[in-house]
């Protein structure tokens, strides 16, 4: 039985971002504790293309019957996506560890599940691969750019909800995951905001509930106020939206380990200090996330290797002292859609 969650574990290690092996096999413990035997049998055979439950049945060798019952079962737990087409059939598809799995389970967070998470956390080895492509990108608020400065579709916050017909909102895991273990902050939970067949899939498994598109607006508009940064998907057309704050978020506290976060985020702009405007009322230190700016004598001191270039310091900036200027063309070509980002970092790191 062990060996079917190594070989679960390998498969997810093959997926975006990967599934690293931790120094003490916490990474099994955590698998047997959202898998059954026979869920992790099914789950290796899974791919990151949609798919009918009968390619799925035939290479497991299962009726095709019991294997729909067992990858529904999955979906609503959380350990597969799945998408419903116009004409009403249902295709499922593997999911990363992050983002993925471990976004997905939001309404299922018991105490085991929290304990085995930190114990694979806090001992997973270490990966040194080189990474270019994200899966999720910063942008500011729109409010925080100036409109002199040329913005780019995938850069335009209130578009990319535009170009959406479906939206859902789900608790953040991160804060919930903090709030549970008595830790977090006063931010507001319900704030992932998750659009098209993402939304679907939240509302049809429970996790989360539709919103209007005027409600998604005014949601980040929230956020803004709240210090939350944007984080949507890293793709064209966005499948999420993460609303994040750099206490409890794991990805903008990995991005605060980082040497230069400025360098590892995937984010167009970069803020500048015109230091001869500020009048020091510090809410610029207040609202930065990332410890970017910090008090310093008559003013702020701003380390532009620590910027991400979310705006939240731009937009409460009294004075104007604050700007976010574009950084230098890295020659990003954005990928259609998020799941094209999975497949573009899956072949890289096939590649690597
Ligand atoms: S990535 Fe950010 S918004 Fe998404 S679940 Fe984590 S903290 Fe919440
Ligand atoms: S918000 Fe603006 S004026 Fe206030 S300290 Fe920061 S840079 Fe200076
Ligand atoms: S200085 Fe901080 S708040 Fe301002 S854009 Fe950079 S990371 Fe965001």
Redesign the pocket.
Known sequence: MAEVYQRLAEHLDRLPDGFAPSEDGAEIRLLKRLFTPEEAELAVHLTLDREEVGAIAARASLPEEEAKERLEEMAGKGLIFSAETEGGKVLYQAAPFVIGIYEFQVNRLSDGFLQDLNDYWSTVKERKEPKTINQLR?I?INE?IDSRLEVLPYENVYALVEAHDRFAVAPCICRSRAKKLGKGCDAPIDTCLVFGDFADYYVRTGKGRHISKEEAKELLVKADEANL?LNPTNSMLVSAICCCCGCCCGILKSLKYASK??EAVASS???EYDEPKCVGCLK?VE???????TADVGGVR???D?????????STCPTGA?N?VRKPDRGEKLPETFFDTWRAIAKQRDAA
């Open positions: 910063t500011p925080s940064v976060p400025s702009f970069i803020v610029c609202r930065c996330q990332m410890e970017a700016v701003l380390d532009k620590r910027c991400i270039g979310c705006g939240l310091c731009v604050l976010l």
